[in-house]
Structure formats: structure tokens, C-alpha cells
């Protein structure tokens, strides 16, 4: 498959179907036109799975970053949605990130320091960069893409010549828990709860008990509307969280019964403000709204579908509410094939359709490259 450098992304394009599109300045790549992509899908008679799978595997191989033009914001977005397939250039050839990563391979906004604690203990921190959209956005989200790739506590991790390995990382990140002055604890549960109990408790910097179910308690208590992406981070977080809860202990106590409710409520908004096409609301879980903008409409309905793969078992992700909800995305996928897309945007909404794909038909087939 021919691949190309990115171009620059525009501010603003215009499709020939009378729509637009909001771009962010730093985008995920279109493809040249000697990409080998699979013609447009008639949505309405097309075997889902098979559309699922021609969607995801173009934008896995039909799109390319690379670390001269793009940052560890962007890239690792791409890690989330295929943890062990991305690739990312390097010096004019394809190298799989989580490789580069776990090697000590540099990447712009892969900000990392080993630290030694009081205690003598070795631990791995990555820096916060609010907002810079090179760097960690939110507190643990480096964790978080991490664990989502099934990493093993005893993985290495280079950093300057020194290595330590995930569970280092995982132990710096219960001492820091309280350094974590937003609160926003969205990310830090979807990385403990990968490898904890979620009846986990420890000691943390500020010399207090913490645990999975203080944090679980924070998070519920937030305001959705107001949180990143429209909440459904935090949501995420909550239904991973609570999923993992209930295997060993269904018969919940009031902080995981508020958990459930507020996941619930969501499921249900989702459900109510959607658009007649099939899109999410483009506020989320707060009011209906729809836009001809289909940026912000991959945005939203990518990121509601992601915490409804996860909160929803496999016959309600079957409802038919859900698989309009899912062909729509796809659509949304083709329409934009040539276009440079942000890549928070993007790789969210692959994860979603990469989810509901496993959810509902088994794992895809990991795709090939020429």
C-alpha cells in the first residue's frame, strides 16, 4: 500500500455533498490517491460486519502519522484504537509504536521521568500537558492507553537508558493520586482497574487510604455535561470500572449502585437524543442537537458508541437504535476517506466501531500491509 507524509490540514473543507468540515490544524492524515481502498458500501443492504471491517482497516492502513509532523497526542489516539497494529514513521519507515514506546524510542509529547520515591521505590511518571494537545491532556491517560493494550505488569519500559516496567508505572500512579488536583479520575480508573481488584486500597503521597471505590465515588459525583468529550470519559471509566466490580461482587453497595445509575442514565439519553439518521446528539448526554459539520458529528456519536460498546452487553449493542447509530459512523467514515481528520476525534470512533465489532462478532482479523 503506497503511503504518504501528511499535508498540512486545512481549516475548513467543503465536500461536494454540500456539507463541511471543521478541522483541527494538526490532523490525521487523507490518503494519497494510489491508496488501494475498497469501494463505498451501499450502508443500507451491506453485511455489517463486513462494512466494519473495510472501515477500520482503512483507516489503520489507509492513513498514515509520522513523528516528524505528529505528536505523542495524536499517535497514542491511534495506539487506543489498534494497540499492537499502529504504526508510525520513523525516518521514512513504519515502526509500531507501542515498540518504539516500550524501547525508549523518542516521541514529542511522550514526556516521562523515572523518579525514586522516599521509600527507595522505583516508579515511572508522565507529565501532565493540559491542553497542548502534544503531551498527556489528562491526568493517567498515558496509563490508560497502555493497560487498554493488555500490557503485562512485568513489561519494560526504557526511559533515558533506565528501565522499570508497568507495574512501576501503576505503583507511581497510586502515590500520585492526590497530586491529581482536578480530580478527574476518569483515566487513573481505566488503568487500575485493568490490573487491580476493584477492592484495591493504598497508601498514597499525602500519607491517606485511598481506593478503586473512593475514586469510583469521585467520579460519580461529577458533573457529566461539563467533563471532557461530553462525559463520556468519565463514563468510561465508571462502566469499566464497574463491569470488572460485578463479576466478584453482584450484589453492589451504595457507592457502585450511584456508579450504575449515572451509567444507566446515560445509556438512556443516548438513546433519546439521538438524531433521526442515526447520529448521537452532538451534546452528548445533555440535549439533542444535530450539525451538518461532520467533524463534530465523528466526534460525538464516536464517543457516545465507545462507552456504549463497553456498557452495553452484545444483544442490546444488536438493538436496532445501536446498529443505526454504528452504520451512520461508518458512513461518516467514508464520506471523510480523503480528508485529514483531528485524531482525538478519529481513533475514538474507531475504538467504538473496533468494540462493538468485538462485542457483537469476535475480534477482527488483524489487516496486512504491502
Not at 127 to 132: A, D, F, P, T
Not at 143 to 165: F, G, Y
Request: with cysteine; glycine share 8%; aromatic share 6%.
Amino acid at each position: 500500500m503506497t503511503r504518504r507524509n501528511p499535508a498540512a490540514a486545512p481549516t475548513q473543507i467543503a465536500l461536494s455533498l454540500g456539507l463541511s468540515i471543521s478541522l483541527l490544524i494538526v490532523g490525521c492524515n487523507r490518503p494519497s490517491a494510489t491508496v488501494d481502498s475498497p469501494p463505498p458500501v451501499d450502508s443500507n443492504a451491506a453485511d455489517l460486519r463486513t462494512e466494519l471491517d473495510e472501515v477500520l482497516d482503512f483507516t489503520l492502513n489507509g492513513r498514515q502519522l509520522n513523528l516528524d509532523e505528529h505528536r505523542a497526542w495524536q499517535i497514542l489516539h491511534g495506539v487506543l484504537a489498534y494497540p499492537r497494529e499502529f504504526e508510525v514513521l520513523a525516518d521514512g519507515h513504519p515502526k509500531l509504536v507501542l515498540n518504539h514506546v516500550l524501547e525508549g524510542g523518542e516521541m514529542e509529547g511522550w514526556t516521562v521521568e523515572v523518579v525514586t520515591r522516599e521509600d527507595g521505590a522505583k516508579g515511572l511518571r508522565a507529565l501532565l500537558e493540559e491542553g497542548s494537545k502534544a503531551g498527556q491532556g489528562h491526568a493517567d491517560q498515558w496509563l490508560a492507553v497502555l493497560a487498554q493494550a493488555d500490557l503485562p505488569l512485568d513489561q519494560k519500559i526504557v526511559v533515558d537508558d533506565k528501565t522499570v516496567t508497568m507495574a512501576d508505572y501503576l505503583s507511581q500512579v497510586q502515590w500520585d493520586v492526590p497530586r491529581n488536583l482536578q480530580q478527574e479520575y476518569s483515566w487513573t480508573l481505566i488503568g487500575l482497574t485493568a490490573y487491580l481488584p476493584t477492592d484495591a486500597t493504598w497508601q498514597a503521597s499525602d500519607g491517606k487510604t485511598w481506593s478503586i471505590e473512593r475514586l469510583v465515588a469521585s467520579e460519580a459525583e461529577q458533573d457529566v455535561h461539563s467533563s471532557a468529550c461530553g462525559g463520556s470519559h468519565r463514563l468510561i471509566g465508571l462502566t469499566m470500572a464497574l463491569d470488572k466490580h460485578r463479576r466478584k461482587h453482584p450484589d453492589l453497595n451504595e457507592v457502585w449502585r450511584v456508579a450504575d445509575g449515572r451509567i444507566q442514565e446515560a445509556i438512556t439519553a443516548a438513546r433519546d437524543l439521538q438524531n433521526p439518521d442515526g447520529s448521537f446528539s452532538i451534546h452528548y448526554f445533555a440535549r439533542k442537537g444535530s450539525s451538518p459539520d461532520l467533524a463534530q458529528n465523528l466526534g460525538a456519536t464516536g464517543h457516545v458508541l465507545e462507552f456504549l460498546a463497553l456498557a452495553l452487553d452484545k444483544d442490546a449493542l444488536q438493538e436496532e437504535w445501536v446498529e443505526r447509530a454504528v452504520r451512520r459512523l461508518c458512513a461518516i467514515f467514508r464520506k471523510t476517506r480523503e480528508i485529514d481528520l483531528e485524531c482525538g476525534a478519529l481513533y475514538h470512533a474507531a475504538h467504538g466501531l473496533s468494540l462493538y465489532r468485538e462485542k457483537v462478532y469476535g475480534p477482527r482479523a488483524a489487516a496486512t500491509t504491502d
